[in-house]
């Protein structure tokens, strides 16, 4: 009988504009982009490519010079259109022009017998070289794992409870081999358990639970349930000088495929989701893909906000920007830039976790999707001692006081209340439910920052 850790602290946001399981192939971007920005830690970049260089897929065009055996490379073959620069010259963005056909880095290939009897060093040098390695983040911190350290355990979510995300059963559907192989890669590099995390609330999965040498973990509950970081707290917890990796579903696919076919192959779906969005729906694109052709004739008003990801931690991206590396999902809703005079006072039926400011919503027992805009309906003030914090928050950490610790830079104090447990998106309930409306995720960000490179 399995065994359900159940978590009562959360808020699941349900919007409406969820994608339909609809793949659409015939729309595809021309122009793909590998942004620094995407990776977090990522110290010196430089490119590696110039304009007009033509590259395929799984060339380097990207090195961080403080960790150069990570390469970043590309997601299509073409031509090097443009490199991007902002303040002091730092690289924004390396633009592609893809082919209509795409060649690929030839990377040795294995079948499943061979994956076994592979040495770890092989792993890693295919791992690192092809652009795959990014995949692997490293916990305490939320960074591209570094290849010299070793993950005394590495755990996986299955799931992903953030508003609007799509499945893993449908993105990765049929690519059970691939996942497996994946699994098989990462057991090298540990001695300890991968854990998968699985959701208990939901039918069961076809793809995950025949999955082999991982531990199986149940979760129960509200969002953020599927958080990788959740999952962590309550399975093993982070010490201090503890090294664990992450991984999402796509990128064990995506280390499997590369060695069973022997190639960087970049290929995903992505849903295109939101109450702005004409048909939500999902398409197959590559890492990288400009979103303009997506949206193109496909929103139902123009004032709107685009990101890349999710609303709680996605990314502000223009109608012609580009996807983040990490990101499955393009999210459309309406901009909130207007003033609601007396918007605190009145009853409305907004999405709130607070009683007092979404009387409606709660007198409301329809289990009812919100559509929801930017607006904060409020500006920022100083912390409020309300408790809110801990009501969303299924981590035995007190997310106020850690919060002011990191704004007085006490890095002792920090340690103590559990900084190493957690990344921006472990956090960012908080910032939704915040009644003094401060930027949290940035806040927990300033201190991750501020210990790594103390």
């Known amino acids: 009988m399995r065994e359900i850790i159940k978590l009562k602290r959360g808020f699941n946001i349900k919007l409406v504009g969820k994608a339909v399981e609809k793949i659409e192939t015939a729309v595809q971007p021309e122009v793909f982009a590998v942004k620094p920005t995407d990776f977090v830690g990522m110290q010196r970049p430089k490119c590696v490519v110039k304009e007009g260089s033509n590259v395929k897929a799984g060339t380097p065009v990207l090195i961080d010079k403080a ?13 090097v259109i443009e490199i991007k620069r902002g303040e002091k010259r730092r690289i924004l963005e390396i633009k592609i022009l893809a082919d209509k056909v795409i060649a690929y880095e030839p990377f040795s290939s294995y079948s499943i017998s061979d994956i076994a009897n592979l040495a770890k060093e092989a792993a890693k040098e295919q791992l690192l070289k092809s652009g795959v390695w990014p995949n692997i983040i490293q916990r305490p ?20 409870t953030h508003p609007l995300a799509p499945s893993y059963d449908f993105l990765l559907k049929e690519q059970e081999v691939y996942f497996q192989a994946g699994i098989d890669i990462l057991k090298k590099f540990t001695e300890g358990i991968i854990h998968l995390g699985l959701d208990a609330d939901t039918e069961v999965s076809p793809l995950f ?36 990796w ?3 579903p796509f990128g064990v696919a995506q280390i499997g495929k590369l060695f069973l076919e022997g190639k960087y192959d970049a290929t995903k779906l992505i849903a295109l989701v939101g109450s702005e969005v004409i048909n939500p729906q999902y398409y197959r694109t590559y890492t990288g893909a400009c979103i303009h052709k997506f949206v193109k004739d496909n929103l139902k008003q123009e004032h709107v906000r685009l990101i890349s990801g999710n609303v709680l931690t996605g990314e502000k991206i223009a109608k012609d920007g580009f996807m983040g590396y990490y990101h499955l999902m393009v999210t459309v809703i309406p901009e909130g830039d207007y003033h609601e005079m007396f918007g605190w006072i009145k009853p409305t ?12 919503s709660f ?31 299924p981590m035995d950490i007190l997310p106020t006081y850690l919060l002011k610790a990191i704004l007085a830079e006490d890095l002792d104090e920090m340690e103590a209340l559990g900084i190493y447990e957690v990344i921006e998106e472990d956090m960012a309930l908080c910032e939704f439910v915040d009644v003094s409306k401060h930027d949290v995720q940035k806040i927990v960000r300033q201190g991750l920052d501020l210990l790594r490179l103390s």
């Open 67 to 79: 960790q150069e055996r990570v390469l970043y490379t590309a997601p299509v073959c073409g031509e």
């Open 246 to 248: 992450t991984v999402s």
């Open 209 to 244: 639970p025949n999955t082999k040498g991982v531990n199986f973990h149940y979760f129960s509950g509200p969002h953020p349930k599927g958080n990788v970081g959740v999952q962590m707290h309550h399975i093993d917890p982070i010490n201090k000088g503890d090294i664990v």
């Open 349 to 360: 039926k907004k999405l709130s976790l607070h009683r007092a400011l979404g009387l409606l």
């Open 363 to 393: 007198l409301n027992k329809a289990d009812r999707a919100y559509s929801v805009d930017t607006n904060t309906h409020g500006e920022p003030r100083a912390f409020v001692q309300t408790g809110v914090f801990e009501k969303v928050m």
């Open 141 to 160: 911190y939320g960074i591209v794992a570094d290849p010299e350290k070793v993950p005394k355990a590495i755990f996986i979510s299955s799931f992903d």
